[in-house]
Nanobody, 123 residues
C-alpha cells in the first residue's frame, strides 16, 4: 500500500506561484514514479506532469511546459509540483498519483492517488 497526501493549494492571483506537495507513506516511495493530474469543474481529469522513479526524467503537458517543475525528494518521501506564472485556466483540483510504471501519462496506469488539493487562480 502507498498512501499519498496532497497539500499546498490555495488562492493565488494570475501570474503568481504555488508549490504543491505530495507526501507518501507505506511502500517504499522511491520505487514508484509519480504523476500530477488536475480536474477542473465540468472537465475530465487531465495529465499535468510526471517524474521517473529515479527522478532523472520529467515530462509535462504542453499547457504547463515552461511554467511547471516536478521534483522529488526521496529522503523526505515527497514529490513537488512548482507552478509559476499561473493562469486562470490552471484552476482545478490537483491530484498526485503513484505508479509502478515509469513515466506514463495515462491515469489508468497510476494505482495510488492522493486526495487532491484545490488551486484557484483569480484573473
Amino acid at each position: 500500500q502507498v498512501q499519498l497526501v496532497n497539500s499546498g493549494g490555495g488562492l493565488v492571483q494570475a501570474g503568481g506561484s504555488l508549490r504543491l506537495s505530495c507526501a507518501a507513506s507505506g511502500r517504499t516511495f522511491s520505487s514508484y514514479s509519480v504523476g500530477w493530474f488536475r480536474q477542473a469543474p465540468g472537465k475530465e481529469r487531465e495529465f499535468v506532469a510526471t517524474i521517473s522513479i529515479g527522478g532523472g526524467s520529467t515530462y509535462y503537458t504542453d499547457s504547463v511546459k515552461g511554467r511547471a517543475t516536478i521534483s522529488r525528494d526521496n529522503a523526505k518521501n515527497t514529490v513537488y509540483l512548482q507552478m509559476n506564472s499561473l493562469k486562470f485556466e490552471d484552476t482545478a483540483v490537483y491530484y498526485c498519483a503513484a505508479s509502478i510504471l515509469d513515466r506514463t501519462t495515462s491515469s489508468s496506469e497510476y494505482e495510488y492517488w492522493g486526495q487532491g488539493t484545490q488551486v484557484t487562480v483569480s484573473s
